[in-house]
């Protein structure tokens, strides 16, 4: 079998291996790229043909030998709503009907071109794991934690900077602007720009909380003050334990907050932290050289109008 089957195996440590936060850089590709952008039908595939010229991109600069789409197949799953229930609330379609499952609010001319993206990479041969249960975040901290070389992470989310190890080769790309402008995050930026390294990142964001992700934070606690903390208790379970010292050098106010907060706190660790367990199903990671199916990415191809996007990739595999 060609490459590696990752599910069950890492790969080795002359392989480099590249996760994409897929639906982070379909989300960027949707409104960086016009909507004019359409199919022979008049339906719109800016989001499908953008994403196709980021990952030709990301392939050319960054010389992964393995790749992986890790996809949301939960994206909010139910797990993370029981312990916080308000964790992505705000995101949730106003019209899902009672009984079923929460679907996420995205633009009308988005949610039809998932699966034509699902659809291409699927011809294409490269890899596309979503797992049950768990959300692109949970699948990326699997495969990170299973990697035995280095590893690229690609992703708009900065909670995925809690995965930057120097030491284990391991950082985040950060988008920019497009993925022509990447940010190559690494401990000494994350210290540099936040205070702390990357095991830290969590305690640091649980703290301060989220809005957009519906977590609540410490209130008053916020960026520099939660790296502050951090810097003079070690972690969070230093700064809880100065919580409980009359004697430890915490501002009356932050003991009073931090103590009101222990029920959000207790739960919280478990909701930030990316999943490192997930039950990754055996599939080839290895960076395809041609189409897994020529056939079907023609028909895809003269169906929704690829062109020259999906040409640009074909060139970069094969190099």
């Known amino acids: 079998m060609r490459g590696v089957t990752q599910g069950s195996e890492a790969p080795t440590v002359n392989q480099r291996l590249?996760?994409?936060?897929?639906?982070?850089?379909?989300?960027?590709?949707?409104?960086?790229?016009?909507?004019?952008?359409?199919?022979?039908?008049?339906?719109p595939v800016n989001a499908v043909r953008g994403l196709l010229e980021f990952i030709t991109r990301l392939v050319h600069d960054h010389h992964p030998t393995h790749l992986v789409a890790c996809m949301d197949a939960d994206w909010r799953p139910q797990w993370r709503v029981d312990l916080i229930p308000s964790y992505k609330a705000h995101r949730v379609?106003?019209?899902?009907?009672?009984?079923?499952?929460?679907?996420?609010?995205?633009?009308?001319?988005?949610?039809?071109?998932?699966?034509i993206i699902e659809a291409v990479l699927d011809a294409l041969g490269i890899a596309r794991v979503g797992v049950e249960g768990y959300e692109a975040d949970d699948?990326?901290?699997?495969?990170?934690?299973?990697?035995?070389?280095?590893?690229?992470?690609?992703?708009?989310?900065?909670?995925?900077?809690?995965?930057?190890?120097?030491k284990l080769e391991r950082r985040v790309l950060y988008p920019l602007k497009g993925v022509g402008t990447l940010q190559m995050t690494d401990e000494d930026l994350l210290r540099e720009k936040y205070g702390v390294d990357g095991s830290g990142y969590v305690d640091m964001a649980l703290l301060r909380g989220d809005p957009s992700d519906g977590l609540p934070g410490v209130p008053g606690i916020g960026e520099k003050t939660a790296a502050k903390l951090l810097a003079q208790f070690g972690d969070l379970a230093g700064i809880m334990a100065a919580v409980d010292d009359p004697a430890s050098r915490l501002t009356p106010t932050q003991r009073k907050r931090l103590d009101e907060?222990?029920?959000?706190?207790?739960?919280?660790?478990?909701?930030?932290?990316?999943?490192?367990?997930?039950?990754?199903?055996d599939v080839d990671t290895a960076l395809p050289r041609e189409p897994r199916d020529p056939m079907a990415l023609d028909e895809l191809a003269a169906r929704w109008g690829l062109g020259g996007s999906l040409h640009r990739l074909l060139a970069t595999l094969a190099e």
């Open 18 to 43: 590249m996760l994409l936060d897929t639906a982070s850089l379909y989300f960027r590709a949707y409104f960086g790229v016009p909507d004019s952008v359409k199919a022979p039908d008049g339906t």
């Open 93 to 115: 379609a106003e019209e899902t009907a009672a009984g079923t499952p929460d679907e996420e609010e995205v633009p009308d001319t988005l949610s039809p071109q998932v699966p």
């Open 261 to 281: 907060a222990r029920p959000y706190i207790a739960v919280a660790p478990a909701v930030v932290r990316v999943a490192s367990d997930v039950p990754l199903p």
């Open 139 to 166: 699948v990326i901290g699997t495969f990170t934690g299973r990697a035995s070389g280095p590893v690229d992470i690609v992703t708009g989310d900065r909670d995925l900077f809690q995965l930057v190890d120097d």
